[in-house]
């Protein structure tokens, strides 16, 4: 199956869920995001996060995040010279932006830029073996590239696949975050 085709399914699937079951299913995603940052020190090590702006039916990630986690937030934003890069924000100081072929939420533009430690990562797809499909546009494959860093896919059960098809410019994930698990993932 295509890459177009698994997204137009993944698309689908997540249109049938209904505002309520994804407000639960993004606490419990949450909630595990939290302890897995936990376990890595995020907060008392100061790491700063390289978050995203859910839309389109991505889980809301940080229902259940404290505040203190706002001091160490960035969020996408376009420069055209180097493509993606984060700056530094919170999630009230984000303006509505038309950037990455979309209208989302993202820092203000003289926001400072910064290298996040860790980088929570949107896609449609991902599997336990750290592979990922995101929406097409490869924003993310070109940010990773030079990315040492940890990786954390965020999604939900549902858009789990056993494997996916990868490209040699696909970047792995370190881990995967859903309501109901963490996934460290494993190379095969």
Not at 79 to 102: H, I, Q, R, T, W
Not at 124 to 142: A, I, P, V
Not at 162 to 175: A, I, K, M, R, T
Request: glycine letters at 6%; one cysteine or more; hydrophobic letters at 40%.
């Amino acid at each position: 199956m295509s890459k177009h085709e698994r997204r137009k399914i993944m698309k689908a699937k997540l249109s049938l869920l209904d505002e309520a079951d994804l407000k639960t299913k993004s606490s419990q995603l949450s909630k595990n995001l939290l302890q897995l940052l936990s376990d890595h020190l995020v907060i008392q090590n100061d790491i700063l996060i390289g978050a995203f702006a859910p839309f389109d039916r991505e889980p809301y990630w940080h229902a259940e995040l404290p505040e203190e986690f706002d001091k160490l937030t960035s969020f996408p934003a376009f420069d055209k010279k180097s493509g993606m890069v984060f700056k530094k924000a919170s999630f009230k100081d984000l303006v509505l932006k038309n950037e990455f072929g979309s209208k989302i939420p993202g820092p203000k533009d003289d926001a400072e830029e910064i290298r996040p430690g860790l980088i929570l990562i949107p896609g449609l797809s991902m599997s336990s073996k750290g592979e990922r499909l995101g929406r097409g546009k490869g924003f993310y494959d070109r940010y990773l590239e030079n990315f040492h860093g940890m990786k954390i896919g965020i999604c939900l059960e549902v858009q789990l696949d056993e494997s996916l098809p990868v490209e040699p410019h696909d970047v792995l994930l370190d881990f995967i975050v859903t309501e109901k698990r963490i996934i460290k993932c494993i190379r095969a």
